[in-house]
């Protein structure tokens, strides 16, 4: 039964997604608690560990390809930048509501999370066009 659950790729998307919003929020959560850098700056980093994280569990396990392909690489370097300014721009509009640094964090990731993932889903990831042969 766990095999035919882990055999769907919406599955291993979803855990992938969950796993590298760990590693982001983590890091992000920890660089604030233990330094001195802006919330933005964690922001920031945090993101970017979850996405090296992400991109490279997507290719190996969610859709199983053998190396990292170029074009999705750049597809996906551009819904991180989308995905990035979305999050950045949430966290520096909650930010002025004087919400917890947690809570900015959380609500930010959220909105860019459903960024992420529309644009992984139809534009990153999407399967191949079936041949018209």
Request: aromatic share 12%; glycine share 8%.
């Amino acid at each position: 039964m766990i095999q035919r659950l882990f055999a769907s790729s919406l599955v291993r998307f979803g855990l992938v997604a969950v796993a590298g919003l760990c590693v982001d929020l983590g890091t992000a959560w920890a660089l604030r608690s233990l330094t001195t850098i802006p919330l933005t700056l964690a922001a920031f980093l945090g993101f970017v560990a979850g996405a090296i994280f992400n991109y490279l569990l997507h290719e190996r396990w969610t859709f199983g390809t053998k190396a990292a392909s170029a074009k999705r690489g750049s597809l996906y370097l551009l819904a991180l930048l989308a995905t990035l300014a979305t999050r950045l721009g949430a966290v520096a509009l909650l930010e002025r509501y004087g919400l917890p640094d947690l809570g900015v964090l959380i609500l930010a990731t959220g909105v860019s999370f459903i960024v992420n993932y529309v644009l992984s889903r139809f534009l990153v990831f999407r399967p191949a066009p079936e041949s018209l042969l």
